[in-house]
């Protein structure tokens, strides 16, 4: 286990969401343990204990000794990382890392089990709306050939205790939506946004995780090597401590993580791969190109139409397209190129970004304004349309250079 000797953290892996795969050496070797349960909290202090206690006395009945139990808090203003640090002398068992620059559910499970020694890997929530005496059914599931066994609230046995009728029509809709959007992984289970299940390593062992929001399972599901999935049913409880985290945002961010799946395990990332070229990456860059469109657009009018301030069409296109470039960047460094950006974070690299991202652009926008005054001069007499047609081409410029220049993937150790 990898640790700070100083304070008992854990260290806090960094790069790519990627879980690693024992060998059969290193299974013969250290003998791994059989279940590495994450607890991924923020602002649980009233909780944990309690959590822990019970988590506890339950895996020392059902497995003792072949468990661990990995509290992975995004540095919480209430300190719940410290008071589940000062728990670990009474709990051989409970490990706990540390996060002050990543945050999200998604990555702080995937972290954990990064960091986690076991063949089984685990996720339950740390405010005890998971019912933890469901552990033991998915244990016994897994080990009767699952690759994978979530806690379900849609099978017998399963259900929610007291959620208002807005909550239930989300919630179903959500799923119908995913239903719709991404058939071939949602069919599979009658709850994929829950939040509380196991897996076994081996099936999504040097798979890299790429998920958006809270709903990490049907990320699993569908970039895992995942066959069999068994359910249980289990009823979800409102919370006695702590503050709720259920948000619109959250639903904003299921929709965005079904998208994405869509397009990455679909014909479009299929095509991707074969042809060694960031398709997803590249759509992106399109969608914030659009954005920029608009904002160029906007600000050509008002500086170069007659009826504004009239301005010669150069100087105002010079002028539009540098806002634009702006705005795009601000954009692609929170999400085209948000796994990069992450991994340089502060205001120097994101300066160096910028200007790397400027010049480039820069160097479109030359492209861009010879080839508006090509194609308005001897083509289109339309400014608009020629404009059009110069952002169109410069866009493929500026992916292209920018992603080998300005948002390069550097190893971080």
């Known amino acids: 286990m990898n640790t700070n000797s100083s304070n008992s953290l854990l260290v806090v892996p960094t790069g790519a969401l990627r879980i690693s795969e024992f060998t059969p050496e290193e299974i013969a070797k250290n003998n791994p343990i059989l279940l590495s349960l994450v607890i991924p909290t923020y602002k649980e202090r009233d909780n944990i204990e309690n959590v822990v206690n019970i988590l506890t006395g339950l895996l020392d ?12 808090d995004d540095d919480s203003p209430d300190r719940t990382w410290e008071v589940a640090q000062s728990l670990i002398p009474d709990y051989p068992q409970l490990r706990v890392m540390r996060r002050e620059e990543e945050r999200g559910l998604s990555s702080a499970v995937i972290r954990g089990w990064q960091a986690a020694t076991g063949r089984v890997l685990g996720v339950i929530d740390g405010d005890l709306q998971h019912p933890p005496k469901v552990l033991t059914q998915l244990l016994q599931k897994i080990e ?25 029509f989300l919630s179903r809709g959500a799923q119908v939506l995913g239903l719709v959007i991404l058939p071939g992984v949602l069919g ?50 409102e919370r006695t401590e702590g ?3 259920v948000t619109w945002k959250q639903y904003i ?28 990456r590249f759509l992106r860059f399109g ?102 047609t110069a952002i169109a081409i410069a866009t493929i410029w500026n992916f292209w250079v920018n992603l080998k220049l300005s948002w390069r993937v550097t190893e971080v150790k």
Request: hydrophobic residues 45%; charged residues 20%; glycine residues 8%.
């Open 144 to 168: 009767q050939g699952a690759d994978l066994a979530l806690a379900s609230r849609h099978v017998d046995g399963g259900g929610v205790s007291s959620w208002s009728v807005i909550r239930r």
């Open 253 to 280: 961010e299921y929709i965005q993580h079904l998208i994405r799946l869509r397009i990455s395990t679909g014909r479009i990332g299929k095509i991707s791969k074969k042809v060694n070229f960031p398709v997803q």
């Open 287 to 388: 969608l914030v190109g659009l954005s920029g469109v608009f904002v160029d657009m906007l600000i050509l009018y008002l500086l170069s139409d007659p009826t504004t301030l009239a301005l010669p069409l150069t100087r105002s296109k010079i002028i539009a397209g540098e806002i634009a470039i702006f705005n795009n960047f601000l954009w692609n460094d929170a999400w085209t190129f948000a796994d990069v950006s992450m991994q340089q974070k502060g205001w120097k690299p994101r300066l160096k970004r910028f200007l790397k991202f400027n010049v480039v652009c820069l160097a479109g926008l030359v492209l861009n304004v010879l080839i508006l005054n090509l194609v308005f001069n001897f083509l289109i007499p339309n400014r608009y349309i020629a404009n059009f």
């Open 188 to 237: 599979r289970v009658t709850d994929p946004m829950s939040g509380y299940f196991m897996v076994r390593r081996s099936a999504i062992a040097n798979t890299t995780l790429n998920p958006i929001g809270y709903k990490i399972l049907i990320e699993v599901i569908s970039r895992g090597q995942v066959g069999e999935i068994a359910e249980a049913g289990y009823v979800f409880r």
């Open 243 to 245: 503050e709720s985290k």
């Open 61 to 72: 009945q059902v497995i003792p000794g072949n468990y661990e139990l990995i509290i992975v």
